[in-house]
């Protein structure tokens, strides 16, 4: 019995033996099937768990490269605006410019004809400027004719002789009797007709005046007139200078009773001639010139 029981234990030993060297070959081809398995599905996750995070990735970035060009555009669309706000602006000035421009042309033509017009005025007013000078000559050459005699009576005298004085070129000759200069009187003619004559003297025209010596109310006007630069003198304290003459630029005569106070000029009744003739100027000029040398 016991040696029955020794038989079964082996025989058991020996099959579980054999079916360990069995086993163990297919353990191992199963456990090498399991490690293929193991392989094959690590890299099925690895890939699985890969994909989503590179796509994630890519989503982020294309995201931020968009709000990038939304940016830009903004950006882009700003400028824009403003280039387009800019052209309008400049669009506008352009214009402006035309308008301008044409207004200078139009200006510019109306100042070209202001000018053709000035230049023929110019030559209008040398032609009546050398007719003028013209007709002045021939007066001059004409002697022995009186021109024109026109009376003076009591103010008419003071405006035509100061009118004469004022508007002399040549020459002034003055013989009178009374010459009474009063400074001190803002009113006063014949401040107006002495001071006129030194008026005359600074323009270049030749002054000559002679007064009565016996009278003190001359030697106001001889010393004023005498500082001025006017020839001034005194007739020969032997006679008495009693002519109340002017002659104006060896042509026009004024003769008659007034003398250059205020009394005659604006008080009094006086009357006196104006008289247009070189011959009876150049007479009136040689009778002032022989009293003057006392003859």
Known sequence: MRSKN?????IIIAVILTAGCL???TIESAGTVTIEKIKTVTETTTTTKLVPVENRSSEMELAENLSKCNSQVLLLQQALNQ??????N???SYKACLVEVESQRNASKSLKACEDDLVRTREKLNETTAELKSCRERLKNM???TTSVELLPDEEYYRRAISAIENSRESVYVMMFLMKYDPGDSFDWANDLIRALVSARRRGVEVH???????DDNRAAYEYLRSNGVDVSFDSPQTTLHAKVIVVDGEIVFIGSHNWSESALYWNHEVSVRIYSKEIAEKVIEYFKNVKRGT
């Open 6 to 10: 020794s038989v079964l234990v082996f």
């Open 209 to 215: 005046v002679l007064l009565e010596d016996s009278l």
């Open 143 to 145: 002697s022995g004719t």
């Open 23 to 25: 086993g163990g070959k």
């Open 83 to 88: 280039t387009t706000e800019r052209l309008k």
């Open 90 to 92: 400049l669009s506008e």
